[in-house]
């Protein structure tokens, strides 16, 4: 009995020096940041922001799309969307943190409550962007909005080129690195014409919609194309529903395809822009 005892506790003994096999220690990883702030024409159910996202940064990149619809430089700040976009950009353990800011659409006027001043206030709620993301650590890059898709005589209507021309300006004075996206998006929309850019819409054309671009000239578009079918009916009345995306057809807002396609050119863009960002875009 006793060599028994004296036995089991050998092995027990002999079981506590038994070591874990040696491990060789972990790469650390090294991950950088971008965030995208500015407008529908960036944001996930009608820009292109979603499909950048999803499909043109390596996993050595986090995205974070903070951009929402409606915004200009101003009403942006006031409702406190860049508070959340400073948060972002403070965030510790980031190699490197990048900020994309775009806006423009909201900036122009006819806009209550969003519309900005093209000479003075426009300017100056980017340079104050600037500025602000600088002294939160991140390095801001500058975009001219994504074009409009509206047609005149068979040309492209570039409403958007003073606002374009202001921000280069502010591009250029501040030493800012800038995508030139509206420039980039407006002349390859100039050359598909209107009736291959109305694929790029959230829904089809109605049929007037397509008749007209067949022609060389876009007529006025809101609210056509099919219907949106409701939310399915929730069972169960205590269930909050789920949220739904507001789709319709028009010239400014982005589908899949047209999601896709100016997502690429965005990664395609900023790998000039900002060429040591390129080992984490994906074409």
Known sequence: MKAIFLGIATLFSGAAF???PVRPPATPIIASKIVLVGDSTIQASSGWGGSFCAYHVTSAMACVNLARGGRSTYSYRAEGSWDLALAEMRTPGFARTWVVIQFGHNDQPGKP???TDLATEFPANLRRYVEEARAAGAEPILFTPLTRRQFRDGRLIRDLDAWSAAIRTVSAEMKVPLVDLN???ADAVDRMGPTAANRFAQVPPSPEVAAAAKTG????AAGTGPAIPPPARQDNAAVEPMGQAKLAFDYTHLGREGADYFAKMVAEELAIAVPVMR?????
């Open 183 to 185: 420039l980039r998006s």
């Open 279 to 283: 080992p984490l875009l994906v074409p």
């Open 18 to 20: 038994v070591q874990e």
């Open 113 to 115: 409550g969003r519309s």
């Open 217 to 220: 000239t876009t007529i006025a």
